[in-house]
């Protein structure tokens, strides 16, 4: 990995020390380079640009967000948010025999808010024994035949723990329920092969360590299941003869675009694309492993300054997102901007998520800094 050719390509990185990747990726010029184009193309060929340049760019975002999965050709829809993509889920769905939903208490609201809602769903939400992880016995102590579908994540963004989606997997599928993961907390830090883990739906996006921006997202869906399963959320984009424009029937797509409702943000797959390329150029066992050490760098220099990380103590189960207690953050979050350091912060804590662009330097800068912030 060339470090220093990787930081020129984002800007940001020069002007400030960025580790807030959790919230928003940093943009690159190349992704920069590509919104360009496409305001070009725009005012140059205004619609006519759908036929020339951007439908093509919507099946190459797709096809590399597979690959980026490790998963089959037509796997993948691009979705406005999670939130749709669970929606479109949810309505896919029969509540006619099962009603359980089993999330935790260390899930993004998101995905808890899309059942609070729903008028025929129970849900069970598992507590964390210790504030950072779910045992996965506990989801096996609570999936019954009521239970519809585990809907839980790849990595929490209260504590950055990575769960094994193999086995909750597992666990949903011995149950004859679903297995659904939010991993918008996970792509792009953390390699995934989704076929191998065998869960059922994954929502990602572009927003954090794709790098990409906000305004799309990504829902994978086990090929097997996809001609099972006809969405009552729905558009246009979801049907298989979408440029027949004829009202009086509707096909699904034979694939995962059933799920897509409506035009995608345009501006945003473009911004995605160039993310994307970067990423994939990178590879995601090398962003793997350098996140891993900036992180071990920023775990032990925490502990070392007499900070506490609420972060896994299993090494390996250990992501990007490092949240650290902290009596007053919002403050200290604001004593860091003052120096050029970009974190954020959550009730009770300061999170820090550094990326494959950070530099162990720039972990030591923010700990000495954080140190001011503390009588």
Known sequence: MNIDRIRSAFPILQRRNYLNSCSLGALSDRA????????????????????????????????????????????VALMP????????????????????????ELDFPTLLYQWKVHPDAEMVVLRSPDGVHIDPQQFAGTVDDRTLAIATSHVFFTTGAIQDLAAIAGIARQAGAYSLIDGYQGAGQIPVDLPTTGVDFYTAGPLKWLCGGPGLAYLYVRDALIPTLEPTL??????????????????????????????????????????????????????????????????????????????????????????????????AVAHLAQRSIIVDNRPGVVRASPHFYNTPNEIDEFLEVLGETVP
């Open 32 to 75: 920069e380079e590509r919104l360009r184009i496409f305001v070009a193309n725009w005012n140059d060929y205004g619609a006519s640009a759908w036929y020339d340049h951007w439908w093509g760019l919507l099946g190459e975002l797709r096809g590399r967000v597979e690959t980026l999965f490790a998963a089959p050709a037509g796997t």
């Open 81 to 104: 948010s999670t939130s749709a993509c669970l929606a479109a889920i949810s309505s896919s769905l029969d509540w006619t025999k099962r009603n359980r939903i089993v999330t935790t």
């Open 234 to 331: 729905t558009s246009w984009f979801a049907s298989q003869d979408q440029f027949d424009f004829n009202p009086g029937e509707f096909r699904y797509h034979t694939d995962a675009r059933r799920f897509e409702l409506g035009t995608p943000a345009l501006a945003t797959v473009h911004t995605a694309l160039g993310g994307q390329e970067i990423v994939d150029e990178v590879g995601m066992e090398a962003i793997r492993t350098r996140n891993v050490m900036l992180t071990d760098r920023l775990v032990d220099g925490c502990r070392a300054a007499g900070f506490s990380p609420r972060v896994s103590d299993v090494p390996s189960a250990r992501s990007a997102v490092i949240t650290i207690r902290h009596r007053d953050p919002a403050p």
